[in-house]
């Protein structure tokens, strides 16, 4: 089976889910964080390298001060009570985003899982938090000029060169998955994109089990990328 090296998922409609159920919207997120690692586990036993999560966008800060403050909550109870599951399954984690708005508990959360995990080797986990594509690519810039106001010469500089200003540098996204049934990117990885497949499904986030991931596989397979290049019948 041809399997993506980097999976990147927009783990969305957890407050539909709850809603849906009568529940309140908090009870999605947490449900949310279940699938979460159940996702993450599977997809390393089918041979993911790399899974990036968005889970907390810039925007997400226009959302009531309570959901704000349980996303966070969750964030740090995931990072807190999983550390040592991901630490044993050999997964490096990463965090992707601005610092800035972050409380003190979860930058603390932040660099005790990247430092513990710092030397794994055997998947990526890189949770997007507080993170904006367009953001990235902005700090990405503001870093760039900085080191050329400091006498980096730029003569032959290539978008690999600009990867290593992102906020890690990460082989570009094979399969983006989108649940919750909205076909927008939401301002995630847009410089890791460019030639992506993409699978869209309307399954909510909570539901989004290992049967369901593996369908997004599927497609992949059979999907024929080009890069630009010609069709499969005219190679
Ligand atoms: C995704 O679920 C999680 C975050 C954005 C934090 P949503 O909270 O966006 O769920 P819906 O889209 O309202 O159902
Ligand atoms: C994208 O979902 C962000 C995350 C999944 C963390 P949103 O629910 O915030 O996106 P929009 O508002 O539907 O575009
Ligand atoms: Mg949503």
């Not at 009870?27 to 699938?35: D, K, M, Q, V």
């Not at 984690?93 to 601005?98: A, T």
């Not at 990235?136 to 978008?159: C, M, P, Q, R, Y």
Request: glycine share 6%; with cysteine; aromatic share 10%.
């Amino acid at each position: 089976m041809l399997v993506p090296n980097h999976v990147a998922i927009i783990m969305d409609g957890n407050g539909r889910w709850a809603t849906k159920k009568g529940l309140e919207r908090s009870a999605g997120h947490l449900e949310g964080s279940r699938t979460l690692e159940k996702i993450l586990f599977h997809a390393m036993d089918m041979g993911v390298k790399i899974l990036s999560v968005y889970a907390f966008s810039t925007d997400n800060f226009k959302r009531d001060r309570k959901e704000v403050d349980y996303l966070m909550n969750l964030v740090v109870k995931f990072f807190r009570s999983k550390l040592d599951k991901i630490n044993k399954r050999n997964i490096k984690v990463l965090v992707s985003g601005r610092k800035e708005h972050l409380n003190i508990d979860v930058i603390e959360a932040i660099e005790k899982i990247e430092r513990v995990t710092i030397d794994n080797k055997s998947g990526i986990l890189n949770i997007c938090l507080n993170y904006g594509g367009q953001e990235e690519i902005v700090d990405g810039a503001i870093k760039l000029a900085h080191d050329i106001n400091n006498g980096l010469d730029i003569t032959s500089f290539t978008k690999e060169d600009f990867r290593r200003y992102l906020y890690h540098d990460l082989p570009e996204v094979d399969l983006l998955i989108r649940t919750g049934g909205e076909q927008r990117l939401s301002n995630f990885m847009l410089y890791q994109l460019s030639y992506t497949e993409f699978y869209f499904t309307n399954t909510l986030f909570p539901d989004f089990d290992k049967s369901e991931f593996n369908k997004a596989l599927f497609m992949y397979e059979n999907r024929d990328r080009r890069f630009g290049g010609l069709h499969e019948e005219n190679r």
